[in-house]
């Protein structure tokens, strides 16, 4: 008596068409600060300083502190 294994044929994957940059315009402006309002909130998106978390600006430091950056290096 003989066994005999039937293979599933593979299923064909269709190659993905949508990108999500369709509904992006070329050309379009910059960003304006007045667009990126929340409702309700008065701080400034953009403001950098004070941080909200100190610690997260040191861990930013001693991450760059682990290699060089562009602007130490005279590049001419």
């Known amino acids: ?11 064909v994957i269709q190659p993905i068409t949508y990108t999500g940059l369709e509904e992006i315009e070329m050309g379009a402006n910059r960003i304006q600060v007045d667009d990126k309002k929340i409702i ?10 004070p941080f909200k978390y100190p610690w997260a600006w040191d861990k930013y430091l001693n991450a760059c502190a682990n290699h060089w950056m562009p602007n ?5």
């Open 1 to 11: 008596m003989s066994t005999t294994t039937t293979l599933d044929t593979p299923e």
């Open 40 to 49: 309700n909130c008065r701080a400034d998106l953009n403001q950098l300083v």
């Open 72 to 76: 130490e290096i005279s590049m001419s």
